[in-house]
């Protein structure tokens, strides 16, 4: 069984469309987080949940909105996409909140 | 920015000889982190040092840590042609990782 996992796995829009990106673990982690790692590679946290709580959220857009129905689970909803969106979104879990990291596959978004 | 530094960018070796990177950071730590990530997959955790150890291995892994320099080293001993990968050190400080850029590894058979 995938301990974090993401879908889409590959996501094409248009520029001004809004878009999610579904994460769940089954792992019984605490905290569950979103990254953006760009086109040279670098991993940047967007915002950090734990237990339904959100407590990171840096400096992102409010067209990026994360929301946690449960613990297990941690969606990204962004509206009005822009070109400079487009990035690999990855969603990661942990026990506890500088423990060991389970990262998910990633979401490639593309905007057009 | 507080992103630590990685060095070398990349390093490209012979499969059986050793390769060495280094991870700097700017702040006081609670731990370290070493993260492999292949090419379109998502980063898997390889080894968490704490601010109050030294060294550590795993398998052919080993990492150093030096607090009064702020820089860390991960060391693969004979590596493979699978060691291909780009590896991130993280920093845990505040309540979150913070990721340097990464080393891209190529490993040739």
């Known amino acids: 069984d995938t301990a974090v996992s993401q879908t889409p796995k590959y996501l094409v829009t248009q520029m001004g469309n809004d878009k999610s990106i579904k994460c769940e673990q089954n792992l019984g982690h605490d905290t569950m987080y979103w990254y953006k790692q760009d086109s040279k590679k670098f991993l940047k946290i967007m915002f950090s949940?734990?237990?339904?709580?959100?407590?990171i959220n840096e400096t992102v857009p409010n067209r990026f909105s994360p929301k946690s129905p449960d613990k297990a689970h941690l969606n990204l909803h962004i509206n009005s996409l822009e070109l400079g969106d487009s990035a690999v979104y990855f969603c990661?879990?942990?026990?506890?909140?500088?423990?060991?990291?389970?990262f998910g596959p990633g979401t490639r978004l593309t905007v057009l | 920015s507080q992103q630590g530094e990685e060095d070398p960018q990349a390093l490209s070796i012979q499969e059986g000889e050793n390769a060495t990177m280094n991870c700097s950071y700017k702040t006081s730590i609670n731990n370290l982190q070493w993260y492999r990530q292949n090419s379109g997959r998502g980063l898997v955790h390889l080894i968490l040092?704490?601010?109050?150890?030294r060294e550590k291995h795993s398998g052919r892994l080993r990492v150093t840590l030096d607090t009064s320099k702020k820089s860390s080293s991960l060391l693969i001993t004979a590596s493979r042609a699978a060691d291909t990968a780009s590896y991130f050190c993280?920093?845990?400080?505040?309540?979150?990782?913070?990721f340097g850029g990464g080393t891209r590894v190529l490993v040739k058979p």
């Open positions: 990661a879990s942990s026990p506890l909140r500088l423990d060991t990291q389970y």
């Open positions: 949940y734990n237990n339904k709580e959100l407590i």
């Open positions: 993280a920093q845990a400080a505040g309540n979150k990782l913070t």
């Open positions: 040092i704490r601010s109050n150890e």
